[in-house]
């Protein structure tokens, strides 16, 4: 599903090159559970907003789907984020002016949905993810981990195939941390969906199949945990 | 098909939600919404109000259909070497019917008479109303619409009327009023021959009733006999539609002269729709009049509504910065650009469609005042199809202009870029872009602040200017009839009354410039000095007594100087450019006699009060005077004075109504338009600078608000209340301080040009631009400092517990 090729990204700063990512090559497939891991300022963020093309890599070849999405129009980007990408933030990023079942409504809008079939989705993700009594509340309203949720089913809603979340529970508890990996694990075994998240932690990470790791911009290891560390 | 209604219905719904969150975003911000929207109301209706005298002023006689072939007939008047001293409306009896009898491209001429109020009465019922008399030909020139009556002759015989609809009602309460009879001025019953729809405001014909000159004839014997040389009625002809007016103003030219050989004017047409505001004349020529201060009110207009545009911009602009996270996050789900500008253009014209709404309102609220103000009566007429299309032109360029930032820039924004950052959307462009707009706001009200003082110090200034004689208690009436010949025996009788104290008869009237000559010859004058022009008024005994004149050097005309029949007077300013160093006993020939001099007099307003005075002449002549003037005795009241006076003049002139007429109110009238401009800037002005302000109060709340983070983290850090608004203001304060900067030198231009205008003038003192200045600072000072105070005093744990 993706194809990354010698993807490189750096800043010219003072006519210095510092560089960013380097010579990063990798095959992510459908259906995997990929975590990227690696020290603060490794890169891990920026090869996720490659991956979710909300950044350029300076050099190499990125195909999403079998097509070079390397630079895409803005059109065509757009059409990717309604059909197959979902984003889950850090800071999570609700619409403050809108409540709990708009914010999961409104990527179902812009896919222009009708709306008998909008209402059953967004029934379905307050159901799933147990937050019916909070759908008319606004996001200040929610706690860190409940507003998170709300992201994720934002992010699902829409019925992406691949889910980008760059440290998802970074500002969550480990009840709650947990509690949303235990999702991500689901979605991905049960619905087929493919995630990508960036994360500092091993226990986050070993929910996953697949583990990268990267330091200074370049992919040092490659773990694939469904076949070495999996009982 | 059923795709296309899904995806209609699917962005109606997209609709609704960018409504409800449009909805909450202003009740959230209620404060900075009603700024804002109240700002901008404000700023509309002012608009709308300035536009609306404008558009009263432009459609000045304009109600006909086919103005443009109507004209009114000026006379231009003879100046030295084959010049034209000056053009005056009132024309001769005679001038109507010969145009009309010697030019085909003439279609209708009529002569009009004043505008006085003259009493008309349906039996007990009467009342006092401007009635004209005029020709016939008049409904031709004017389309009057008639509900009763039959237009082509409705003015035919001499005991026939015409009356405007609410004069009817006023007399029978009812329009059904054709055939009854009314009595004008007790001396004549009339027919009414027709009913008339009411004359708009905005005409210089006005009138309640309209009578045939046939019958003005008839009252007053002598409006009979042509006089080509009296200048005292209006004329206007309607022209054929292809008539050529440049030819028939050549042709007509000598028309006076024809008939009174020794005759000084000539008539010429000017198109009636202009005289209104383009009625200075130099040599004969229009050099403008009013129009220049209706430029300058619309300048205003556009200025204010810009000052409010400019308001909601950047409150516009300074919340979509906070919104950068959700264009960025709307992004990420698949927003296109498209929708997110359609969506903030909406957000803001729905903002300004309320704006509007509440502007009518304003403007229907205080249009009475504002009438009352300027003493016209101006409505909204909701069916003209030019007020809906503006108003909607003016929302729809608000709207989309103070929405376009947002719009455009915002929605071009990489939602990497948005959501990283948390104030990304702060780019040095748009920081400075709002100072530069504060800037432009500030200097626009600095500006007015300052030209409105001037303006303000002028008009006090005009007013205060010595008049040179007394004008208060001082009445002048028309010398018609018998007051001429019987003119010893109103004295007497008056005096003896004790109702005045002085009365003495003028060739003109003391309010009002009337007449100038050339060609006088005095000891010592030169063959030039003979194109000089000179002012003149003919007058008998105790001209200096009755007016309060002040007298400089020698004496007022006086009975025990048989010689002074012959003599005259000259004023401080006509001694001066004649060069006479011992003016008293000269010996000067005037209007071709010798006459000795006998009095020096103090130089007085006769024209308009900003120009400088012609030296005048003031010479002794019996024959020809044209007013009385009477000093009223002030141990009375003026209305027991004036009812004394009424009493005694009807009784030795019955064949004339009695027409009095206050000199100080006639001056007043000199300075109406200043006034008016003063009144209006003043107002406007003031709401000028207010709107200014409140755009700066919604700033100040906003920054405060965008960095309570920030601030909150200075308190921990041991930053003082007064380092946190010192903080706070400092900026907005460098702003204004600009503004005044830039400010100072365009005012002071614009009103150095504007006080040219007046020979006499004040200047514009240092005091008032420091003044302006401190004023704005404090003012803005103000404003902003309450809300720095508010965000300083806040607890910084409530800060600092977001994020
Ligand atoms: N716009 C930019 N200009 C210059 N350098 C940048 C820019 N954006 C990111 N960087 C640099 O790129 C490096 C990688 O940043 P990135 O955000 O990907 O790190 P990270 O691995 O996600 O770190 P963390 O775990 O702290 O989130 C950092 O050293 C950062 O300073
Ligand atoms: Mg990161």
Known sequence: MIKLQNIEKYYAAKGLKSYILRHVSTTINQGEFVSIMGPSGAG??????????????????????????????ERKRIELYRNHIGFVFQAYHLIDEMTVAENIEAPLLYKKIGSAERRSRVADMLDRFNIVGKKDLFPNQLSGGQQQLVGIARALAAQPSIILADEPTGNLQSAQALQIMDLFKKLNEEENITVIQVTHSEVNAGYGSRILHLLDGVIKEDVNLSESLKP | MQT???????????????????????WKNKTSSMINVSGLAIGLASCMLLLLYVSYEWSFNKQTKDD????????????????????????????????????????AASRIGDADTRLIANGRNSFKKIGRFADADILKIFDYTFI?????????????????????????????????????????????TGVIRDLPDNTSIKLDYLMPWTLFENLYEWTKRPMWTNNNWTTLVRLNPDANAEMLNASIKGMIKKHVADATSSPMIFPFSRVHLYGTFTEGKSTGGEIEQLRLFMGLAIGILLIACINFMNMATAKSEKRAKEVGIKKTIGATRASLISQFLIESLVLTLCSAVMAIVLVEVFLPLFNNLLGIKMNIVYANPYLWMSLIGI?????????????????????????????????????SLRQVLVVVQFTFAVILIISTTVIYRQIQYLKNIPLGYDVNQLVELPQDGQLEAKFELLKERLMKSGAIQGICQLSGSMADYNSNFWGMEWPGSTETDRHMVFSQLATTY????????????????SRQFSSDTSAMMLSVSAVKVMNLVHPIGKIVKYQGDLRRVVGVFQDFIWGAPYRKQDPMVVAFRKEGTGYVTLRLNPANTPSANLAVVERIVKDINPAYPVEFKFVDELYGQKLKSQKILGLLSNIFGGLAIFISCLGLFGLAAYSAEQRTKEIGVRKVLGASVANLMQLLSLGFLKMVVLAIVIAIPVANYMMNSWLKKFDFHTGISWMIIVMAAIGTIAIALLTVSYQAYKAAKANPVDALKYE
């Open chain 1, 44 to 73: 891990k963020s920026t090869l996720l907003n490659i991956l979710g093309m909300l950044e350029e890599p300076t050099y190499g070849t990125y195909e999403f789907m079998g097509e070079d999405v390397t630079s895409l129009n």
């Open chain 2, 4 to 26: 296309l209604l899904m995806h209609l219905n699917t962005n109606n719904d997209m609709f609704k939600l960018n409504l409800t969150i449009a909805l909450r975003n202003l």
């Open chain 2, 68 to 107: 443009k072939n109507v004209y009114q007939v000026m006379i231009n008047f003879d100046g030295p070497a084959g010049s034209i001293s000056g053009t005056g409306t009132s024309t001769p009896n005679t001038i109507a019917p010969a145009l009309k009898e010697t030019y085909p491209a003439v279609k």
């Open chain 2, 395 to 431: 929302v729809l360029f608000t709207g989309v202009v103070a929405g376009s930032y947002p719009a455009f820039y915002l929605s071009s924004f990489n939602p990497l870029q948005v959501l990283r950052k948390r104030r990304s959307g702060r780019g040095m462009w748009s920081v």
């Open chain 2, 148 to 192: 009763a009556g039959d237009e082509a002759t409705a003015l035919n015989a001499p005991n026939n009327i015409v009356v405007t609809a609410s004069t009817a009602k006023l007399l029978f309460g009812t329009t059904d009023v054709l055939n009854r009879s009314v009595r004008f001025e007790d001396r004549v019953n009339l027919k009414i």
């Open chain 2, 542 to 557: 105790d001209f200096a007594k009755t007016t309060g004149l002040k007298l400089v050097e020698g004496r007022d005309f």
